[in-house]
C-alpha cells in the first residue's frame, strides 16, 4: 500500500475502494468546474463508476504500470494525483493531478507534485517527469512552470475536450535538474 506524507495536513495515498463514496461526491460537486479541462467527467456518473475506476487504477498498479493516488487534505480527498503512465524501459513517467475547486490555494497541487516527483526520480530512480496540460489550462501550467519544469513545447491538438480538440504545453524535469533545483 502506498502512503507518502507530504506535511501536518496533506497526504498521498493510495486510491481504495472503501474511499469511492466520498471520491464520487468530490466530483459530483465538482462537476462543471472539473469539466472545463478532464474529458472523462461525463463518464463519471455513479459510484459505481469511480469503483471501476478504481479498481483499474489499483490492477495497473500492481502491475507497476501507474500510481494513482487520493490527494488527502486536513482528513478529506481533495482529489487526485497520478503518475499516468509508468515506462520503465525509458526511466520516464507522466504525473497528472486535479483538486476540487473548494481545496485550490492551499499549495496542495504543488506540494503533491513535488512529492511525486520525488518519489519517481529517488525513490523509483527514474530519469524523467513530464506533465502535460492544455495551452489554456493556466493554473494547470502554473504548477509546472512554479516547480521549475522546462517547458518543452507544444503537442497540437493532442486531446478531445467533448466538442472541440485543445493543444497541450509538454513540460519535463530530469533528474539532474531536479537534483540542482533541490540542492
Do not use: C
Request: a negative charge; hydrophobic letters at 40%.
Amino acid at each position: 500500500m502506498f502512503y507518502h506524507h507530504i506535511r501536518e495536513d496533506l497526504a498521498l495515498k493510495l486510491v481504495a475502494v472503501q474511499d469511492v463514496e466520498e471520491t464520487f461526491q468530490l466530483v459530483d460537486r465538482n462537476r462543471a468546474y472539473l469539466k472545463e479541462w478532464l474529458p472523462w467527467v461525463d463518464y463519471s456518473k455513479t459510484a459505481e463508476d469511480t469503483k471501476s475506476f478504481v479498481l483499474a487504477n489499483l490492477k495497473n498498479y500492481a502491475e507497476q504500470k501507474s500510481l494513482t493516488t487520493y490527494i488527502v487534505y486536513k482528513n478529506q480527498i481533495a482529489g487526485i494525483a497520478s503518475f499516468n503512465t509508468i515506462d520503465w524501459n525509458n526511466k520516464s513517467v507522466s504525473i497528472g493531478y486535479w483538486i476540487g475547486q473548494e481545496f485550490q490555494g492551499n499549495g496542495i497541487v504543488s506540494d503533491a507534485v513535488i512529492a511525486l516527483t520525488n518519489h519517481a526520480l529517488h525513490d523509483l530512480g527514474l530519469n524523467r517527469v513530464e506533465i502535460r496540460a492544455a495551452v489554456q489550462n493556466e493554473k494547470s501550467r502554473a504548477v509546472a512552470e512554479r516547480l521549475g519544469f522546462t517547458q518543452e513545447g507544444i503537442v497540437r491538438e493532442t486531446e478531445w475536450l467533448y466538442d472541440h480538440y485543445v493543444d497541450h504545453v509538454i513540460y519535463s524535469m530530469l533528474r539532474r535538474d531536479w537534483k540542482a533545483l533541490q540542492a
